[in-house]
């Protein structure tokens, strides 16, 4: 029996993945298509050099959205004066596949910088696409919007806010990419949350920044800053249940849901940075302010230091240390604990450990690293991945 996966798990939602030629033979074109209108709120990049694509849809959020095409192998950004007018033929012929003005469609773009996109191929295959769309259409979605990750990223969510259907309640589905340029300064990947539920877009938006706020700004994998990508929540109301508004229960029953959404991608991301093998959680607890925690446990994941003792499982703590001093922030060095794993290795003085142990805990496929800085109640958590010589490898060759 098939089974709704990701973008299509709430009502109303189909998506379709297929191969238009950008790439040789993966996918690499998907579509996300409501049934109906949808409230659309997102979070972009703040790179000055942004795509073609992103302006377009920045454009275009506050105008009810019912599709959104998608593409991998080309970036759509900087390849020359006619850029912007090949995105513009495209979402036109999209507008007439889809029915519905070229207002209500948003797009986005993940792949090489520098390169038109091939207009032709694009537009000869969008009546496939849209055909080729349903409600089972999430993997092959998920799957075309990849580069060079490993593997597709998704998650469906049940909430408890009931509907005024029997034994429905409203879901939150969601798919991402990234594996590279992922840096913690929203929003340097591409994820696409769909939801069934009625909401108002003030509260839309403040939901989906606050998931945002914690989730993916809060990876890293090479502290390189994408171009083209954003983080986009579309719901189309079709759950039946109470319009959400802020400041309620329903409210904080699909913030929860949200943040847990976006929390699970980001991770998956930050566990599918190029060429690494494990994934780094940093939690920093017991700082002066929320600002500085963030910076620390930012500061730490992002490390190419301590990146690269995880790979070598070499329990150097020093180097976490010196990467929380480096981040601008209050505290006493003398005052900080620094634990990894379940091991505290520095309580104001180094703590005697075996280093046999210590390397067990740097070789797991999920590295625990702990620092308490004992200045105020603050914490704050982030997620990062280890380097390897295969991250130079992918990053030395094409997409």
Not at 148 to 158: G, N, S, V
Not at 198 to 215: F, G, P, Q, T
Not at 317 to 329: K, V
Request: hydrophobic share 40%; proline share 2%.
């Amino acid at each position: 029996m098939k089974k709704k996966t990701g973008v299509c798990f709430p009502l109303g939602f189909k998506a379709a993945g297929i191969n238009c030629g950008i790439k040789k033979e993966k996918k690499d074109l998907a579509a996300i298509i409501s049934e109906t209108d949808c409230i659309a709120e997102a979070c972009s990049t703040t790179n000055r050099v942004k795509s073609y694509s992103l302006l377009w849809s920045l454009k275009n959020i506050k105008n009810p959205v019912r599709a959104i095409l998608i593409n991998s192998g080309n970036a759509n950004v900087l390849g020359g004066r006619n850029g912007w007018e090949i995105t513009c033929n495209i979402m036109e012929e999209f507008s007439k596949v889809i029915g519905v003005n070229s207002r209500h469609l948003l797009f986005a773009s993940t792949g090489i910088i520098g390169k038109l996109l091939p207009e032709e191929k694009i537009i000869s295959s969008l009546k496939t696409l849209v055909e080729t769309a349903s409600y089972f259409g999430g993997n092959d979605a998920a799957e075309a919007i990849m580069t060079t990750d490993r593997f597709p990223k998704q998650i469906e969510i049940e909430t408890s806010i009931k509907t005024h259907r029997k034994s429905r309640f409203v879901h939150i589905g969601g798919m991402a990419k990234g594996a590279g340029m992922i840096c913690p300064s929203m929003a340097t990947m591409l994820a696409f949350i769909t939801t069934d539920a009625a909401i108002s877009r003030s509260a839309l938006k403040d939901a989906l920044r606050n998931a945002v706020n914690d989730s993916f700004n809060m990876i890293t994998v090479d502290n390189d800053q994408s171009t083209n990508d954003f983080v986009v929540c579309f719901a189309n109301g079709l759950a039946g249940n109470k319009t959400i508004q802020k400041d309620t229960r329903d409210f904080e029953e699909f913030s929860e849901g949200l943040s847990s959404a976006c929390e699970f991608l980001a991770k998956k991301i930050a566990e599918n940075g190029e060429g690494s093998d494990r994934l780094i959680e940093v939690k920093v607890d017991g700082a002066w302010s929320e600002k500085d925690a963030r910076r620390i446990a930012r500061k730490i994941a992002g490390s190419n230091l301590v990146k690269a003792a995880v790979t070598g499982a070499w329990p150097n703590w020093g180097r976490i240390a010196a990467s929380a001093g480096s981040a601008c922030t209050r505290f006493d060095p003398q005052a900080m604990k620094i634990f990894i794993g379940k091991y505290m290795v520095f309580d104001g003085f180094p703590c005697r450990i075996d280093e046999t142990i210590l390397r067990k805990e740097l070789s797991k496929q999920q590295v625990s690293i702990r620092v308490s800085l004992n200045s105020g109640r603050a914490s704050a958590t982030a997620w990062g991945c280890n380097l390897t010589e295969q991250y130079v490898r992918i990053n030395m060759e094409k997409e």
